[in-house]
């Protein structure tokens, strides 16, 4: 079975732009989250979809969106980026009520 | 929130050497889960573990839900263990991981 896939895997960025990053769950797999990993906050999450629907919402300004398609992929988009932008972004995906198997991440460099 | 405690921050240990590392949190949870994190940045699933125990080859894990803790135990370790060990949990039902800071483990040949 497939692992969790997202693209792109590396994105440069300027400052203001926005930028949507992707995630392919496993099959089968209805719950996507999204988190942030960088190094002075460490892993933050940001965001969860199930049945396209946002289940949960991290501490994050609404610069952050997400959404989920009927095929449970799910995309994320930031808005007006700013330097602190840059960080890992990974996508996890999960069955119901079990545990959550992570993506190989996004790094997103805001220059 | 809840607050997630991982000890020690950074281990370095010599090839062949035994450890233990330990995550606290401070309040119940319905899930707990341990990772490994490659220096690719890739989250490798080790364990869910939400009581009770569980073994995986030279790796173990023990999580003690009444007293809010659990353990990871590597044995016999190798090279190729060193990276980030993390402990996260989650309140349920809505998947919501809060990871502690991580171990970082370095072993050397």
């Known amino acids: 079975k497939a692992g969790v896939t997202q693209t792109p895997r590396y994105l440069i960025k300027t400052r203001g732009q926005q930028v949507t990053l992707s995630c392919s769950p496993i099959?089968?797999?209805?719950?996507v989250s999204w988190y942030q990993q960088t190094p002075g906050q460490g892993l933050q999450f940001l965001f969860e979809y199930f049945s396209e629907t946002q289940r949960n919402k991290g501490n994050f300004p609404g610069r952050f969106s997400g959404r989920q398609f009927s095929n449970s992929r799910s995309e994320m988009n930031v808005s007006t980026l700013e330097l602190g932008d840059s960080a890992l972004y990974l996508c996890?995906?999960?069955?119901?009520?079990?545990?959550?198997?992570f993506g190989p991440g996004t790094r997103l460099l805001v220059l | 929130g809840i607050q997630v405690e991982q000890s020690p921050p950074d281990l370095i240990l010599q090839e062949g050497a035994n450890s233990t590392l330990r995550c606290n949190f401070s309040?119940?949870?319905?899930?707990l889960q341990w990772f490994h994190q490659n220096p690719w940045g890739q989250l490798i699933n080790l364990f869910y573990i939400p009581s009770g125990t569980k073994q995986n080859g030279r790796l173990s894990a023990t999580t003690v839900a009444t007293e809010r803790y659990s353990l990871l135990y590597i044995s016999s370790s190798q090279t190729t263990d060193s990276g980030v060990y993390f402990c996260?949990?989650?309140?349920?039902?809505?998947?919501?991981?809060?990871f502690g800071s991580g171990t970082q483990l370095t072993v050397l040949p």
């Open positions: 996260a949990v989650d309140l349920g039902p809505a998947r919501q991981l809060t």
């Open positions: 996890a995906s999960s069955l119901s009520l079990t545990d959550q198997y």
């Open positions: 309040d119940s949870v319905n899930n």
């Open positions: 099959s089968g797999h209805r719950s």
